[in-house]
């Protein structure tokens, strides 16, 4: 059985396809995640990892998060166990 250590980057991109009053979005790009995470696996089923994540808002959502005194970036750490059946 080998183990690995992986080096694991993230990108996530979120669009609308068109404007939500409700929401506070508006058309296009509406946020961005860039991450990377560290994993060591064990085996295929088990594989805890750690992590770092970035997040920016754009446009009318970093505006409604700006009126609602939120910051529209962010960094946060993540932690967790990856388990496949």
Do not use: C, H
Request: glycine letters at 10%.
């Amino acid at each position: 059985m080998a183990q690995y250590v992986v080096l694991q980057p993230r990108i996530e991109a979120n669009f609308a396809a068109q404007a939500d009053a409700r929401d506070g979005t508006g058309s296009g790009l509406t946020d961005l995640e860039l991450g990377v995470r560290l994993r060591y696996e064990k085996s295929r089923e088990f594989a805890p990892y750690v992590g770092v994540s970035w997040e920016r808002q754009f446009g009318n959502a970093a505006r409604g998060s700006r009126e609602r005194a939120e910051n529209p970036n962010g960094v946060s750490l993540v932690a967790g166990i990856r388990v496949r059946f």
